[in-house]
């Protein structure tokens, strides 16, 4: 599992990320960057998309790092709609997308990573075109879509009510 400290620092904030996410979808239906949680996941995952810059298993830049700037981009974007107060509710609605979407591309490389080195000496998975991955990715993308459609909704009720 030879990871460097880099790797360890990037896989225990990513975790830290994972599980902010989580909490706040619990708790607000959606990654909610006024409340700690989606405070929490906004830097983790900033953190955790830069430093995946400094990582490379397989030598030099690659998919993992194309994920990591998207990642990047699309959670300071959405930052940067939630700052501002004064925007439409459509910004809210792609807010609420945009980090919901960054959450699921954080997972594709999580789900490959943690399938393909986990259990030690006998992992989940042979590698990245694995089925497993694939079956599992695909279950991570139908719940996005569920999610996403089902964030939309509440957030389009709440808009009626005010």
């Known amino acids: 599992m030879a990871l460097t400290a880099l790797g360890i620092f990037h896989t225990i904030i990513g975790i830290a990320a994972i599980v902010a996410a989580i909490v706040s979808f619990v708790r607000f239906g959606k990654i909610n960057l006024t409340q700690l949680s989606g405070k929490i996941y906004f830097y983790t995952t900033t953190i955790t998309a830069l430093t995946a810059l400094g990582i490379s298993k397989h030598g030099g830049f690659n998919a993992g790092h ?30 609420n997308f945009l980090l919901s979407f960054s ?60």
């Open 66 to 95: 194309v994920f990591s700037v998207f990642i990047f981009i699309l959670v300071v974007v959405a930052f940067w709609l939630s700052v501002k107060r004064s925007a439409s509710i459509k910004a809210r609605y792609v807010e």
């Open 103 to 162: 959450f699921f591309l954080s997972l594709i490389p999580t789900v490959n990573e943690t399938f393909t080195r986990v259990p030690l000496g006998h992992p989940l998975a042979k590698g990245p075109s694995d089925p497993l991955i694939s079956k599992t990715l695909l279950v991570l993308f139908i719940a996005f879509i569920a999610g996403a459609v089902y964030q939309y909704i509440k957030q389009r009720r709440m808009a009626k009510l005010n």
